[in-house]
């Protein structure tokens, strides 16, 4: 990003505050809407492309845990941001060779999805004496090319990840395919909080089912109504991601 003048800053500090103002809000009507209360869903920032400086303004504003897809743009940034009350989240892909990076810096991994990755984040998480909290991604949409795991593969992974005890898995996590209605996406979700129900009931020491992981910018209302406790927007914090100009 360029550099800001202050009044570029102001201005996208202010529309930040009133992004997050808005938010909170329509999130907490959502879950009094499906039986919860407010404070039952956890916000997380998705603050890929998004500078230092503003993501610690959404943290002043509250943000209480921030997510980021790359490792590599975590580490960059990490040292710059003001982590005292907010915590910092992998959602993104997750390659075997960068977990070392990341352990006991990152409150919890999102994408988990494959017994190889959990067997990495163990196998670190033992030499560094950290349990790393989790969240499998299932592909609820089946789709190619996407991260996560299909939904009849999860008991047979969870029960990989269970003897693993640098490993807590606390939930599910989900990115549906692109819908083109509303009512799509949320046959999605449904389907997703089916998965995460089902799974409650067998939960062992290091596997819960605390967190239902679901919901960007443009559905996190829907993603609440159908039972996500726990939502990702990022567009509707911070505006369109700007990624540098290729030279
Ligand atoms: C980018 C991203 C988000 C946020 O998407 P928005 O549409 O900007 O809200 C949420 N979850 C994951 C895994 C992402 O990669």
Redo the contacts with the bound molecule.
Sequence with gaps: MERLSNDERNEIFRRVEENIRVLKEKAGEAAVRSGRRPEDITILA?T?TVPAEIINHAIHCGMTHI?E?RVQELLEKYGQLDLSGCKAQI??TLQTNKVRKIIGLVEMI??VDSGRLAAEINRVGEQKGVVTDCLVEVNIGREENKGGIAPEALDELLGEIAPMKAVRVRGL?A?PPICETASQVRRYFSQMTQLFLDRKGKTSDNISMDFLSMG???D?EEAILEGANYI?????LFGH?TYPKLR
């Design positions: 998705v890929k997510g897809n959602i993104g999102q994408s996590m990115i960007m910018s443009a996190y990702r927007p990022g567009t509707a991601r």
